[in-house]
């Protein structure tokens, strides 16, 4: 604690009786309280970074801002941080070590968001999903889909998509899931996969025993089991709900959550040559030919990222939100065409700077689909004048 780390953690700002305050809060949901500070104490926690000591945090806070801070003051403040979860300590350590060992041991993941996203009583998640539905488009699909692609963005911006989108499951046979997500918080490996049941408020999912069998015995995929990046994350949780809506016959899952291609984007790694995105795909190809049964692959995944809320510095104009639109088009016309590659490479040109947020999850579903055709039922810019999200919804289906 004499050389205080903070986590990462979203700071908030408000106003409360004219003064500017902000709100701390864990991204990761491992705290369980939120943190009020002054704004002026911006620039102190951010001297926070495991390299000074408190006397050093002293001292430059101090030539920063002409205001002496004593150092019981600094400690009291570094306490009540690591009392909250804040710090990377020894405390934190062992909270978040008891944490992982309970969830670990339980069978199901319990959902996350319910009561926050959307109802966590049953009923009342019924009859929100039944108003989200009644609009829905009745046609019967004559093929039978080979995958879908979602939003993962919450359900009242995402509505419209999500409804086009998933009306599509309806009367569909018994299959299983393969639900792709984009983990938002750094994983130690591409694919994160978990083995266990998913639960919601109405009903629990089970995950498929036969195909996590497969996948246990495969040498490679055995590797990728992570159970701890799906405890809050919402990319795959937000489509649970929606299938249990829609599909009436059984059904088993099979999540999996995707890290990050920043390598891949910024030119460190070749995504045409990597050995490991190479050998994870063929493994899992082998896995579903060994397995037999009917299946669909979701990908839960948003599009461009834009505006203030992203840290861009231009305003979303017209001229703006139409250049993005431009862009999105061209990424769907690849994932319509079923084409990872291009996909990729139209996102690796433009430097992925409108953060496409569903780059990972989709490009392992369009590598897995290929064969398949595909076809684009949805799409909406949301905008509030400052940002926009972008997001869309597919049906692949076989040729």
């Known amino acids: 604690m004499d050389f205080p780390k903070i986590r990462y953690i979203e700071a908030h700002p408000f106003k409360q009786d004219g003064e500017e305050l902000l709100l701390l809060k864990d991204a990761e949901g491992?705290?369980?309280?939120?943190?009020v500070v002054s704004k002026d104490l911006v620039f102190f926690l951010s001297l926070m970074d495991g390299t000074r000591s408190l006397r050093d945090i002293q001292a430059e806070?101090?030539?920063?801002?002409?205001?002496l801070l004593y150092i019981e003051h600094i400690r009291q403040l570094v306490e009540d941080m690591d009392k909250n979860l804040l710090l990377f300590s020894e405390h934190f350590k062992q909270h978040l070590?008891?944490?992982?060992?309970?969830?670990?041991?339980?069978?199901?993941?319990?959902?996350?968001?319910?009561?926050?996203?959307?109802?966590?009583?049953?009923?009342?998640?019924?009859?929100?999903?039944?108003?989200?539905?009644?609009?829905?488009?009745?046609e019967t699909q004559?093929?039978?889909?080979?995958?879908?692609?979602?939003?993962?963005?919450?359900?009242?911006?995402?509505?419209?998509?999500?409804?086009?989108t998933y009306s599509s499951l309806k009367g569909q046979e018994k299959s299983l899931l393969i639900i792709f997500g984009t983990s938002h918080y750094p994983t130690d490996k591409i694919w994160s996969i978990s083995s266990k049941s998913f639960s919601t408020p109405l009903d629990i999912m089970p995950n498929s025993e036969e195909f996590?069998?497969?996948?246990?015995?495969?040498?490679?995929?055995?590797?990728?089991?992570?159970?701890w990046p799906h405890r809050n994350e919402h990319s795959i949780e937000l489509q649970l709900p929606l299938i249990q809506f829609m599909i009436q016959n059984d059904f088993e899952i099979f999540p999996v959550l995707t890290g990050s291609f920043?390598?891949?984007?910024?030119?460190?790694?070749?995504?045409?040559?990597?050995?490991?995105?190479?050998?994870?795909?063929d493994n899992f190809k082998s896995v579903l030919a060994e397995y037999g049964k009917p299946y669909v692959i979701i990908s839960g995944a948003d599009l461009a990222h834009i505006g203030?809320?992203?840290?861009?510095?231009?305003?979303?104009?017209?001229?703006?939100?139409?250049?993005?639109?431009?862009k999105?088009?061209?990424?769907?016309?690849?994932?319509?065409?079923?084409?990872?590659d291009s996909f990729f490479k139209t996102i690796q040109n433009e430097g992925d700077r409108r953060r496409i947020c569903g780059l990972t999850p989709i490009y392992f579903q369009l590598k897995l689909l290929e064969g398949s055709t595909g076809r684009i039922v949805s799409y909406k810019q949301w905008t509030d004048g400052q940002s926009s999200v972008s997001f869309a919804g597919g049906i692949f289906y076989h040729k």
Request: some cysteine.
């Open 30 to 35: 491992i705290m369980e309280n939120h943190l």
């Open 262 to 281: 920043h390598e891949y984007i910024n030119g460190n790694k070749n995504i045409e040559t990597d050995f490991e995105l190479k050998h994870i795909i």
């Open 61 to 67: 806070y101090m030539k920063a801002s002409g205001e």
């Open 212 to 227: 996590c069998r497969l996948i246990k015995n495969n040498d490679v995929l055995k590797n990728y089991i992570d159970e």
């Open 328 to 340: 999105d088009d061209e990424i769907l016309r690849c994932i319509s065409n079923v084409d990872a």
């Open 308 to 326: 203030t809320q992203f840290g861009d510095k231009y305003g979303l104009d017209a001229i703006a939100l139409g250049q993005s639109k431009a």
């Open 97 to 138: 070590a008891g944490l992982r060992e309970t969830y670990e041991n339980d069978p199901v993941r319990k959902p996350y968001l319910a009561g926050k996203s959307y109802p966590a009583n049953r009923m009342e998640l019924l009859v929100f999903l039944d108003e989200m539905f009644r609009t829905a488009r009745n």
């Open 142 to 164: 004559k093929a039978r889909i080979t995958g879908m692609l979602a939003p993962h963005i919450d359900y009242e911006r995402g509505t419209e998509v999500y409804r086009d």
